[in-house]
T-cell receptor
């Protein structure tokens, strides 16, 4: 079965540093998402992306966050100046159609901000 | 009212028993509904979509009640491998915002 791939699996960074989390969605998918999950808490929606632009974002997704699809395969999440509370598992997901059906998730990047 | 609300559990259920979870959602315009399963420190995986007419997949049955704005999941003849967190997922009907509930933890006891 096709997979969503995320790298790195673990990222440790100092507070205030910039991090870029990388995702390779499934090749024929057009809709891309970032979610995060703080340990022991719910999976939280961050942002959705379609047709090279953000289609929806949550209150969490403030000016410190940005997403990009720099080429035909990668989908990245950048956090400009990390805070301690950004420590979480970040999941990328993709799907092949809007308003329906399966989100395919990557295995996540565990971000630890020290 | 929270956008998607679930009883966090845990539900401790003996193997072979039947267990049911409910989930309520706040937005009456919500279009699509799903149950996902998440194992500890793993990514969520789709268990099943939930259709208005209800749907069944083996031991799993999902129902949607639009009037009361809830969905349910029934697991029959539970197996040890069913132990996981079950996530209620709702497409809120606003552009493309798919929201997860906090999840219900299920422990199947031998």
């Amino acid at each position: 079965e096709p997979e969503v791939t995320q790298t790195p699996s673990h990222q440790v960074t100092q507070m205030g540093q910039e991090v870029i989390l990388r995702c390779v969605p499934i090749s024929n998918h057009l809709y891309f998402y970032w979610y995060r999950q703080i340990l022991g808490q719910k999976v939280e929606f961050l942002v959705s992306f379609y047709n090279n632009e953000i289609s929806e974002k949550s209150e969490i997704f403030d000016d410190q966050f940005s997403v990009e699809r720099p080429d035909g395969s990668n989908f990245t999440l950048k956090i400009r100046s990390t805070k301690l509370e950004d420590s979480a598992m970040y999941f990328c997901a993709s799907s092949d159609r809007l308003m329906n059906e399966k989100l395919f998730f990557g295995s996540g990047t565990q971000l630890s901000v020290l | 009212r929270k956008e998607v609300e679930q009883d966090p559990g845990p539900f401790n259920v003996p193997e072979g028993a039947t267990v049911a979870f409910n989930c309520t959602y706040s937005n009456s315009a919500s279009q699509s509904f799903f149950w996902y399963r998440q194992d500890c420190r793993k990514e969520p995986k789709l268990l099943m979509s939930v259709y208005s007419s209800g749907n069944e997949d083996g031991r799993f049955t999902a129902q949607l009640n639009r009037a009361s704005q809830y969905i349910s999941l029934l697991i029959r003849d539970s197996k040890l491998s069913d132990s996981a967190t079950y996530l209620c997922v709702v497409n809120m009907g606003r552009d493309d915002k798919i929201i997860f509930g906090k999840g219900t933890r299920l422990h199947i006891l031998p």
